[in-house]
Nanobody, 120 residues
Framework: VQLQASGGGLVQAGGSLRLSCAAS????????AGWYRQAPGKQRGLVAV???????TYVDSVKGRFTISRDNAKNMVYLQMNSLKPEDTAVYYC???????????????WGKGTQVTVSS
């Protein structure tokens, strides 16, 4: 299973970006998924997670500004980021628990990061 994140970029404070994460593989089934971020000099931390059924959890700093969603038919996970702040600047990583096919174990996967830079 490969996860491909996209949608990062440079935006001014107050702006918006939408990150997308695509899980490749015709027999892949994504279970829980989430977005993490890592700012320079800091540890990677959770931003938001979404269960297979659509239940969501957010870190306090993004509540009310970010929305995680998914399209199970397309094996896609999204992160809509509004009212962006300079402190949101980080590399954002997609993470997912997924099975690669029938009978395969549920395993954890990381995508390559996508840079989000918010200028003041």
């Amino acid at each position: 299973v490969q996860l491909q994140a996209s949608g990062g970029g440079l935006v001014q404070a107050g702006g918006s970006l939408r990150l997308s994460c695509a899980a490749s593989g015709s027999t892949v089934s994504v279970n829980a998924a989430g977005w993490y971020r890592q700012a320079p000099g800091k540890q990677r931390g959770l931003v938001a997670v979404i269960s297979l059924g659509g239940s969501t959890t957010y870190v306090d700093s993004v509540k009310g500004r970010f929305t995680i969603s998914r399209d199970n038919a397309k094996n896609m996970v999204y992160l809509q980021m509004n009212s962006l702040k300079p402190e949101d600047t980080a590399v954002y990583y997609c993470n997912a628990w997924a099975v690669s096919g029938a009978g395969a174990p549920n395993m954890n996967y990381w995508g390559k990061g996508t840079q989000v830079t918010v200028s003041s």
